[in-house]
């Protein structure tokens, strides 16, 4: 599996000499793209470093990369050097100059080759008479330890290879994209590839939606992303058969799973289409399913296979009535799913956990490469995500994980035009006869050919806009209107049937490209179109900002990439990843693929499976003027600390002025925070090194040098330094060693102290002291201790207690064991408390609490690891 390859290549130099420049570094004259927008590139007097990318997502150890940047001259020709320089968390590693000339627009290539070393990112900055951009690099022979998932979700018929390619090509270069789910590519759940008698494959075939997909369009979408070191992931259902699975499948009943009240457990998606839910842990359901698995691997060349569940529908049962645990029934398959791959080209295994539903049961099957989970209402808060992701991490043993989060998902978020306020045509009206309608009314009875209402619309920037109709529908049959833009029909909408008039609702939105400025937007019932609406208004559907920078900044700080981007330069806002209802504004799109950059070159802090979380109350990390959690509670900058093999890593996310939860649209531009007074404790043991700031919204996240001063306060050993400016996202990663007290012994008068006092008014301790005075709700002791092999580790406390006391021990944030500290009988009789729990080699957080229902004081001596 992936981290056991990432982990024999830890040890490994990462030579930071010059790199083998290995293809003449060359200036060539192309098309150049458009400058992005956002903080990728910042132009100068007379040339402007439009994009930069590199030619893969992914690299193998030895294998050269070429770094291509555009560059476009105001008015005239600009002829310079082009200077191309690469680091890794911040060391140089390469940098060469290129003269280029651009007449007006030209790209500038270099090839080099990164260091030998295995799973490593590179951060390339190009500059160019002042104006600079940058770029990332991923050094890494398995693509599941730094997985990048974007997504396809049409197959028309008759795209060509070299369409293929090119849209492959966008996707990787502008987000590094190392892997691509193919999204509902099948043409059913219990039998994705559908064949002629003959055995030959379909031309074509009709999906549940009524979508027409082209088996050879797939193909040649995998053959476009195998080019590119792009992994190909087929979509496929655990456990769900379409209408007439009998006869199709010769599937059985008897496999079928049923609620625990004896129904059947089976739901229409749309009318015609009902899916029949199977149990995973049925033998029969089993050999049926993974040998369609295994297909998909032969026929398309598939990578392996991406298992689709549904979540948590409560208690079940099999046909028979027989309690079904399924999670466990999960685990059974996917160990079922990796058997049958075995021997095929793809043998890649993923599950999607959703909601966290079955989430212990997947990451413990031993036979996943990643670890993947759709969010829904039970991790809506930015904490709820980070906990289901570190318990993620400790039961898979360092697993890459992945966050499938739909941004402003329940929000119709956009500039909105109500329909009772556009030009209608003479027979159409407008009503307020039904609740729920946004404005001062709505379109009633709109259903006669000929009617038709017009939008007109001013479009703030030059780009794609989707078109959200919000619409009623209680005659029970589908409805459907032509959409035209500035009288040229750009597609045609489904409305789909609600129970009552009252119930509004949106179809699957339209897309088109607008220029800046006014156009009208009509929607109109045509000869070919049917059925009657009552429609209340179009919303130009878009992502806010805000929330979508401080989710990312969030799914990657706590050890997760997301699938967002896809076809097209789409991102995800559905779960039915075709519905594209909302757009990100330029400046926006600027800014996800500087995220992509940032967090590829910084994919070993992010990432890692050496990376953990430790403490991150507020006992860790302290800003003068400034609210802080470690909880990621509203109004207050989020400090969320981790470390790795050799790196401590502070995670600044700035939720200043807005709530805890990750999903909404409409929250507030944070307000920028600079020069942030931050004191980072860090004990008796730590040695620090280099101490550096980065971030993906400035400087295309290069990082810079922070000076500290190391000091001593009432709470204990810290670092003292200045953070320039926090905007959304600041990491900061300190370079240390550890020197671990001699004999194990960690004195609790130098630990980390909150709350607390160091006493000597009682004979027998050890050291210059004890920690006095721990007593109150929310004191501590915070503690980093060194465990010398993996196993079960021997915490031993000395203490001093006149009655029996109770505390929480804390392991890394996460850990958490009531203790019961039994009375000595006197503050002068020191007595010692054991405790045993798992523990991995390497540093670890260790705190004793005084929690909300722990009681008594007590006095701690000393601590030893053993």
């Not at 129904?263 to 015609?272: L, S």
């Not at 890692?608 to 802080?628: C, E, H, K, L, N």
Request: hydrophobic share 40%; charged share 15%; glycine share 10%.
């Amino acid at each position: 599996m992936g981290r056991l390859r990432y982990r024999r290549h830890l040890n490994l130099a990462l030579a930071v000499a010059t790199a083998a420049i290995v293809a003449p570094a060359v200036a060539s004259a192309a098309g150049a793209a458009p400058p992005t927008t956002g903080d990728r590139s910042v132009a100068a007097a007379t040339v402007t470093v439009g994009d930069a990318y590199v030619d893969l997502p992914r690299y193998a150890p030895g294998q050269p990369v070429t770094v291509s940047a555009d560059l476009s001259a105001a008015g005239g020709t600009w002829t310079g050097p082009v200077t191309f320089t690469v680091t890794h968390l911040g060391e140089p590693v390469a940098t060469a100059t290129v003269t280029a000339t651009a007449a007006p627009t030209t790209t500038a290539n270099w090839t080099f080759t990164p260091p030998a070393a295995d799973y490593q990112g590179y951060l390339v900055q190009i500059t160019a008479g002042g104006a600079t951009a940058s770029a990332a690099v991923d050094v890494s022979s398995d693509w599941t330890v730094f997985p990048r998932i974007g997504f396809l979700s049409a197959y028309p018929a008759g795209l060509t290879q070299a369409q293929a390619d090119a849209q492959i090509r966008l996707l990787q270069r502008k987000y590094h994209l190392n892997a691509l789910q193919f999204y509902d590519w099948m043409w059913r759940h219990d039998k994705p590839i559908q064949r002629d008698a003959a055995g030959s494959l379909a031309t074509t075939w009709t999906a549940w939606n009524g979508d027409v997909i082209a088996p050879q369009t797939v193909s040649r979408y995998i053959t476009a992303a195998h080019q590119q070191n792009v992994a190909a992931l087929p979509y496929s259902m655990s456990y769900a058969a379409l209408n007439n699975y009998q006869q199709v499948s010769g599937l059985s009943d008897d496999w079928r799973l049923k609620y625990a009240d004896g129904t059947p457990w089976d739901f229409e998606m749309i009318p015609g289409a009902n899916l029949y839910m199977f149990d995973p842990a049925n033998p029969s359901w089993q050999r049926h399913i993974t040998a369609q698995y295994r297909d998909q691997v032969d026929t398309m060349g598939f990578d392996g296979v991406h298992v689709d569940q549904l979540g948590d529908w409560g208690a079940m049962t099999d046909w028979a009535g027989k309690p079904v645990d399924l999670p466990a029934g999960f685990r059974s398959l996917l160990q079922a799913s990796d058997r049958a791959l075995a021997g095929s080209a793809g043998t890649v295994v993923g599950m999607n956990a959703v909601d966290g539903f079955g989430s212990d049961a997947i990451a413990t099957s031993g036979v996943v490469d990643y670890l993947y989970t759709e969010l829904w209402d039970r991790h809506e808060k930015y904490l709820d995500v980070k906990a289901l992701l570190d318990r993620q991490q400790r039961l898979s043993g360092g697993e890459s994980r992945v966050i499938a989060g739909y941004l402003n998902n329940h929000d119709n978020s956009g500039p909105r035009y109500e329909a009772e306020q556009a030009v209608l045509s003479e027979t159409l009206g407008t009503n307020t006869n039904h609740s729920g309608y946004t404005g001062p009314g709505f379109v009633d009875k709109f259903g006669t050919v000929g009617q038709r209402v017009e939008f007109t619309v001013t479009a703030p920037e030059t780009r794609r806009y989707s078109l959200n109709f919000r619409y009623g529908n209680a005659t029970g049959a589908v409805a459907s209107r032509t959409v035209k833009v500035d009288g040229t029909p750009v597609g045609t909408v489904k409305f789909q049937p609600a129970g009552s008039w009252d119930t509004w609702k949106l179809p699957q939105s339209i897309t088109t490209r607008l220029t800046a400025g006014q156009h009208t937007i009509t929607l109109e019932l045509t000869a070919t179109d049917t059925g009657f609406i009552n429609l209340d208004s179009l919303v130009l559907g878009e992502f806010d900002p805000t929330s979508v920078k401080l989710a990312n900044a969030a799914f990657a700080a706590s050890g997760a990439s997301a699938i967002a981007m896809g076809q097209d330069a789409n991102m995800l806002s559905n779960p039915y990843f075709p519905d594209f209802s909302k757009q990100l504004s330029n400046d926006l799109a600027g800014w996800m693929e500087g995220f992509y950059d940032f967090t590829t070159a910084y994919e070993n802090l992010l990432y890692g499976p050496d990376v953990y979380s430790i403490d991150s109350g507020r006992q860790v990390v302290t800003v003068d003027g400034i609210a802080t959690s470690g909880a990621a509670e509203p109004n207050t900058v989020w400090v969320n600390a981790k470390r790795s093999a050799d790196h401590d890593v502070i995670q600044l996310i700035n939720l200043l002025g807005n709530d805890d939860r990750w999903r909404p649209s409409g929250k507030t531009t944070p307000p920028v925070q600079r020069d942030l007074k931050v004191r980072y404790y860090i004990g008796p043991d730590l040695q620090p090194g280099d101490l550096r700031v980065a971030s993906p919204d400035r400087d295309g996240g290069r990082s810079t040098n922070l000076p500290y001063a190391v000091g001593t306060d009432s709470a204990g050993r810290y670092l003292s330094f200045t953070v320039p400016e926090l905007r959304t996202w600041d990491m900061l990663y300190l370079e240390r060693e550890f020197a671990t007290p001699a004999g194990g012994r960690y004195e609790a008068e130098t630990a980390v102290r909150t709350g607390v006092t160091v006493g000597t008014d009682h004979p027998g301790y050890t050291g210059s002291g004890f920690v006095d005075n721990f007593a109150a709700p929310n004191t501590g002791v915070t503690t980093t201790m060194r465990a010398a092999a993996t196993g079960e580790a021997t915490l031993r406390i000395r203490y001093a207690a006149p009655t029996t006391t109770t505390r929480t021990l804390a392991v890394d944030g996460a850990t958490s064991i009531p203790l019961t500290l039994p009375a000595t009988g006197s503050w002068d009789t020191w007595a010692t408390a054991t405790v045993r729990f798992p523990l991995k080699a390497g540093l670890h957080s260790v705190v004793l609490w005084h929690g909300g229902t722990d009681s008594g004081a007590v006095n701690i001596d000393h601590l030893e690891l053993a």
